[in-house]
């Protein structure tokens, strides 16, 4: 017998869903979807013990009223109320280092809409950990996706570690430069803004109250955003080549170039944890479904944090998405035809699509010097802050209250 040549039959693991990318959209989705039933696979290269571990990155977000349901919905809230910072106020001013923010500031407060909070701040600290715990029936895979071939009634994965899975629909959650979108053909619209956010906790004397704030200075906007007791989040934006030079800063000199562009209006400040730099640029996917292929988050759509919505798309992308594949099921549908993917790519465009092109223009009229764009903007924001309807109407969408909204963010499961 010649066991030399013999080769073990090896059948592809199957599933309804392979998902390609664990961070924070990919889990949150394989949970939607294992929760209603689906069978799924959810793919990284990275361990999630590395992933869910405490200085993993130092993000944290300004979670919509929209994103808090879906997190709701999902059973994963209550162990996060805790942590999360309430955004009661945020007020939006242009500012020069060392001169404060400008006497023409917009102020968005919660207490012009019904729902509470426009949202909360909550750290990836906690956000990612409670997400991993949650994966329940999911099969974690430690492999990346490499290749892909799509067939009549199902696509094969190719992972890392020389596995095959075969499922209906494979769901692209693995980030800006996405594999998995390039090998669909899908191409990017973008660029990069030739900036990067400092990110950092402070922790800071006097209460924050819940007000989140917006200087716009000439280099890029810097936000102080509140979190749960005396700390804040920041994100500094600055040029590419500062940025770099900011971070190669030790602690004491990055917070005294820090301390005359945040003020003293809470006290003396100080980091809390390590500071993280992240390159910032935009790019959004020209579909975000192709046969047997969906693209979800930063795969879709990697936007400007200006406007701290880049996980809210990506978590209003799971919602629509989980709705979409779960009504197709249950009508009995292959949930990986391309018409049932092009529904969900259809309830999403025209929102992603508006969000990309506000942000960008909001950095490039804000993150600018010029007097004249800089007396434009002053007389902008003296102009919203005094036409109620209209404050209230940004206030619900940054909120996540508006538009045709898939029922996890109401709070419902699909
Ligand atoms: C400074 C900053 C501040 C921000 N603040 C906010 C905010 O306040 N509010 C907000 O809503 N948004 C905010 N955002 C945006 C938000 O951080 C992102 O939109 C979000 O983290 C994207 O998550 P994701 O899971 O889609 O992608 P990613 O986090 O990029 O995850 C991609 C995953 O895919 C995996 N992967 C890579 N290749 C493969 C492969 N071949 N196979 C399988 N897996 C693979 C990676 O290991 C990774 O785990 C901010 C962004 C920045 C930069």
Known sequence: MDNGSARPIVHPMTYDVLIGGGGLTGT????ALSQSGLSVALADPRPATERGAQGFDGRSYALSVGSRNLLRALGLWEALADTAGPILDIRISDGRVGEGPS???LHFDHTEIEEGPMGHMVEDRHLRPALLDALGDVTVIEAGVTAQTEADDRIDALLSNGDTVSVRVLIACDGKTSGIAKRAGIRRTGWEYGQAALVAAIEHEQPHNGVAHQFFMPEGPLAILPLAGNRSSIVWTEKRDRARALTDLDDNAYLDLLRPRFGDFLGEIALSGKRFTYPLGLSIANRFAAPRVALVGDAAHAV???AGQ????GLKDVAALAEVLIDARRRGEDIG?????QRYEQWRRFDVTALAVATDGFNRLFSNDNPLLRAARDLGLAAVQRLPGLRRTFIREAAG???DRPKLLQGQRP
């Open 28 to 31: 949150a989705l394989a949970i």
């Open 401 to 403: 209250l508006t538009g």
């Open 103 to 105: 006497p023409l500031t």
């Open 310 to 313: 880049g996980l809210n798309a």
């Open 337 to 341: 035809r391309v018409d049932v993917l």
């Open 304 to 306: 400007h944090p200006i």
